[in-house]
């Protein structure tokens, strides 16, 4: 088995070689980091399904015609990654209501010719918060930290679906988060509890810290991290004691942001719990059953560690 597949490699597939037959995988650009072979293919293997997960390399010139091949090749799903995510919900053929709400597609199964799309991505931060700071993101105030980039966008309406009471958007190009924030204004949200709190705060100390001191949870969804050497983007000084801090950056173990917020007596978890479970919930669609959450987690956690 090849570590990345290409679109040349799909159009004369019959001679990948792989066996048992990759059957799931994820579409990115770039995709060679990608953990979730390691997670998905241990939970294959764990169920004796014969199947296998791999990377495929597609531009976003060559989404089109890799997504096409897919149903004639026998596959059963993928996972779509950076920048397809968008995309996947014009490739769909159907839409899973979830996905629809939030208007990003993440994994996709094959129905004969069709291709159902899902976003797994907010259930996954749902189920992180709760696994990993035993709280339920529905009942927080949060501020978005990079509510401007892709995964800030999707996490911002899923805090909203989830029913939290405030959600603060953060952004170090404001222009993005106000646009974002007039955005899920007019996306009119049904809600029993009433309209949520829903603004923006520019990036600037006093008002970062007005907000940090009003809300419950902040969640990192900028790339600044994904370095060793990267900064906090907040200030240790920011945070106040008893903040919960989710940062989706999983690259690192313990990023920048959460020694800052160790400092500051704030609870913190990195973004493997929700690659975790977005994985899970991908899984679940593909094969409809459970899947085995404690040999992905092994993996994922083993190949986190070899990175
Ligand atoms: P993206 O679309 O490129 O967005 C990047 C975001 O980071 C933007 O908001 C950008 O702000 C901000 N940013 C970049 N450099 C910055 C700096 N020096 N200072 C302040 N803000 C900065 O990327 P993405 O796909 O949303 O991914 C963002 C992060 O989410 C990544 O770390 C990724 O690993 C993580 N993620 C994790 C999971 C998971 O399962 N755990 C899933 C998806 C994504 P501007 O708008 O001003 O450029």
Not at 141 to 164: F, M, T
Request: net charge neutral; hydrophobic share 45%; charged share 20%.
């Amino acid at each position: 088995m090849k570590a990345v597949y290409t679109l040349e490699d799909l159009r004369c597939w019959a001679s990948s070689g792989a066996e048992p037959p990759i059957r799931i995988g994820v579409l990115g650009d770039p995709v060679a980091h990608s953990k979730s072979p390691q997670m998905h293919n241990a939970a294959l293997q764990a169920l004796g399904i014969p199947a296998r997960y791999g990377r495929i390399h597609a531009t976003a010139e060559q989404f089109s015609e890799t997504l096409s091949l897919l149903p004639q090749l026998g596959f059963i799903g993928v996972n779509c990654t950076i920048p397809h995510k968008a995309a996947a919900m014009q490739h769909a053929t159907r839409l899973d209501p979830h996905a629809k709400s939030l208007g990003v597609v993440n994994t996709l199964r094959v129905e004969g010719l069709d291709l159902v799309g899902y976003n797994t991505d907010g259930p996954g931060l749902e189920r992180a918060v709760a696994s990993e700071l035993g709280a339920q993101l529905g009942s927080l105030r949060v501020l978005v930290l990079g509510a401007g980039g892709g995964a800030g966008r999707a996490i911002s309406l899923q805090c909203l679906l989830s029913g939290c009471p405030s959600v603060m958007l953060v952004n170090r190009t404001l222009e993005k988060s106000e646009q974002l924030c007039a955005e899920l204004r007019s996306r009119a949200i049904p809600r029993t509890d009433g309209p949520p709190l829903l603004g923006v705060v520019a990036w600037e100390n006093d008002a970062l810290g007005d907000a940090l001191r009003q809300c419950d949870l902040v969640i990192n969804c900028t790339s600044v991290g994904m370095r060793e050497d990267d900064p906090s983007p907040l200030a240790s000084g920011l945070l106040p004691r008893g903040l919960l801090i989710y940062d989706t950056i999983y690259t690192a173990h313990r990023t920048a942001l959460m020694r800052a917020g160790d400092q500051a007596g704030a609870r913190s978890a990195n973004g493997l719990a929700m690659l975790l479970h977005q994985g899970a919930l991908a899984f679940e669609i593909w094969f409809d059953r459970e899947a085995p959450l404690a040999v992905m987690r092994a993996a994922l956690l083993e190949a986190a560690g070899r990175a």
